[in-house]
Structure formats: C-alpha cells, structure tokens
C-alpha cells in the first residue's frame, strides 16, 4: 500500500515538475500543424485575413507584383497570428495574416497552469515568501550607453561599435528579516 501510494505521489510530482511542459508542447505542435495544413489547403476565409505592414529601411528593394506563402507567426498582445502570404511593395513588407485561435487558448492555459502550479498570482501579491523578492526599479541600477564610430584612413576600415552596460547601485541585495534560531 506505502509503495504505490509513493509511486503515485513520484508520478504527481514529476507531472508538475516536467510532465505539463512536454504536454503543453506537444498540443502546441500539433495545434501548429494543424493550421499550417489549414492554410497549404487554403482552408480559409480571405476576410479573416490580418495586414501588418513592416517599413523596409533597404534601397533597391525588388518590388513584389503578387503575395507569396509565408511561413512563421508573430505574437500581438498574447494573441497569435500566423502568416499567410507576403509581398514587399513601395517599401514596405506587406504580411497577411490569420488569428491562431487554438493555440492562443494553449499559451494562455499554460501560463494559467504554471502560475498555479508555482503558486503564482497575478494580482501583484507574492502569496509565498513574504520579503524575498527585491524589485529592480529605476534607483537600483543605472544603465549606460556607450558607442564608437566608423572612420577611414586610405585603405584601412575603423568600425562602428555600441554597447550597453548595467551597473547595480548595491551589489549586495539585502533580506528583510532575520533568519530562523536553531533550537537544540
């Protein structure tokens, strides 16, 4: 009786630590393939379709007459859409667009899932360790830019270079609170 009760609480925990993870995977390929089928097929209805337009900052773009099929998918606001056909015209990359409903439903049940599996709320509170968690606002690191510019002299080439570091006011993030007495 111990024994498979053991075994059964071994398979829980191993669900939540991994299990959900390959699951949610899973479901999102097969939610992936699915709709690339739906449009190879052209199973779809052109009003559903959305236009983003991407300016292109390239000279001598070759200008595109006619869409061609486009593979990939963007994420708007938690939402997905997956391209359907795209064409490049008076300099702009031009994507229709189709709304992956199903596997917008999958990204949000899994969030929802993980945050209560963690025990993570989304209100702002932390409902674990109260005084852990330090936030990172503006006053705790400051943020610098660097760059370097692009010069020539006769044959030899100096490049452009920018960089970006992050330096913490207090390397030493301190707990609130005093830690546990030992009692023997």
Known sequence: MRKSVSIILLLVLLFNMIGYRAWFYYAEKKADAAMEARIDKDQYDDN???TLQIPLYNPYQLEQKTFERANGEVNINGKTFKYVKRKVSDGNLILLCLADNHKTVLK????????????????????????????FGGSDYICQYGSMGVWEYGNIVIQFAAFQTLNFTDPHIAIPGKPPQLSV
């Open 108 to 135: 949000k049940a899994r969030t929802n899932y993980e945050n209560v599996a963690n025990d993570l709320t989304t209100n702002g509170k932390n409902s674990g360790r109260p005084g852990t968690l330090k936030s």
């Open 48 to 50: 559903d379709l959305i």
